[in-house]
């Protein structure tokens, strides 16, 4: 049997790995990820300053209202949070400690965890908000800032929380380096990271396929090069060479095909994402979806004009995110 016979039979029996997995791509992937389970931490406050308490809270709750109606995701309620606060098992030092964090998170089987520090600073208090990914083990968002202790102080805070706010969408793509981590290790599990799933049953298959028959070939040629090195006067071995040449032959060409695969799986795992719908599902509506009506009392114009008693009212319209 020459090279090219060869090299056809190996694909036809690549090919039907690779087929074997196409039954899983009949059905339409989900348009939607999974849910993702988000940890909001108060703010680690070293201040000293009681006044500055409410900080802890306000930032990761300003966050939350931000992305609550852009993202599709759980939040660990403040009721299981402040168990664990009050198990004794962690200092308050502990939850602005990526790593204290990382094993928290994987216990609660969060995505990421929004936390930060409030630190004294001349100027007023310096604050550092970070995202740490659960799943990546590391902080992919970091914004630190000082917020002077007058009423600019307001407008720092919803800075930061809007930076990471814009920040959390991360969590919800996943990564390109991280899925060609996880093909890199084992073919098709990147493309199941991007939520991929047909594709990782292809390249799982397909290059499992190559190298499990590349490994039986090689397996082939050991074994009936050896027979060959030690035939008798009584063993055929011109039939022994044939089996050498053709096994050797047939060991290249297939972990030629195999690396070649692996490479393909690599680069779809890096080039190609999923079809991510981040966004929560909007119902359709004549009116806008919230109208807040505010009434705004001007103490001086009170005082100056008591009789009149003048009352401003504001009335804003403001339609879906």
Known sequence: MNVHRLTVLLVAIFASGLFAATPAAVAPPSVSPNRKKLIFVNFYNTTGNKNTAYLESSIVDSIHELIKD?????RVSADEWRRLETSGKYAAADFYDPEKLQKIGAFYRADG??????TAHPDGILITGKILSVVEKEVIAEKELVAPLNAEMFQKVNEISEVLAAKIKDLFIPSDLGALRRSAML???GQFYKQRRPWGYIWGISVGTAFFTAAY?????LKNSSAYQNAGPDDDAA???KKVEFNYSAMNVAWIITGTLYALNLIDALIFDGDYNLSKPVKASLLPKKISIGMNTHTAALQSAASRGEIIMNIAWRSAL
Do not use: S, V
């Open 113 to 118: 965890i929004i936390f930060g520090k409030l």
């Open 70 to 74: 852009k993202y599709a995701y759980d």
């Open 239 to 241: 039939g022994l060479y």
């Open 217 to 221: 070939f090689t397996y082939a040629y």
């Open 187 to 189: 073919p098709g599990w």
